[in-house]
């Protein structure tokens, strides 16, 4: 499935002499009609913006506006390569499903690379015998940041799964009229 956050799905959305790309439609439910746009341009400067209802959103705004399911055949190496394709599948539908999901993925990444950041320092200031006592308290504030936001992003997924194989069951069951 394309992410709106991906610029390289984006960039191929483009005429191939075209410097940017508007995609407009109009999405009709049983209780509301939405007028959803994305805009995008690589040139002059690379720019994204999306608008519902002819207003300006954040991209975590905007996710979730049209939900649609995607399968394509390279979808199933999910399968059967390494379990990182499934963590992204279920990202992909989990950031548009469950904005608190987004909102914890997101400072997941971002204390992630902060804590990456200074254990590198760590490391370095060990290599150089350097005091790392301050630079351990400050681990230890961002290893508990890691399991709130981390903690919060694995409940989700887990229940993600819960509820698929609680479908995927019925579907079986249905298609199967319950002989196997």
Known sequence: ASDVRSV????????????????????????????LEVFYSNKPIKQKNFKKNGVNLKNSQYLGNLLTVLFQPEDLNMLCLGPALRRQYMNIILCQTDRKYLNALDKY??????????????????????NTHQLMQDLEAWDQEIIQYGSAVTARRIAL????????????????????
């Open 8 to 35: 390289r799905a984006l960039d191929d959305l483009i005429e191939f002499s075209g410097d940017h790309m508007r995609c407009q439609g109009q999405i009709e439910t049983d209780s509301d009609t939405l007028e």
């Open 109 to 130: 990444k971002k204390v992630l690379k902060q804590r990456n950041a200074l254990l590198h320092q760590i490391r370095e200031f060990e290599f150089q015998q350097k």
């Open 161 to 180: 799964i819960q509820f698929l194989d609680q479908k995927l069951e019925q579907i079986y069951q249905s298609i199967s009229s319950g002989k196997e």
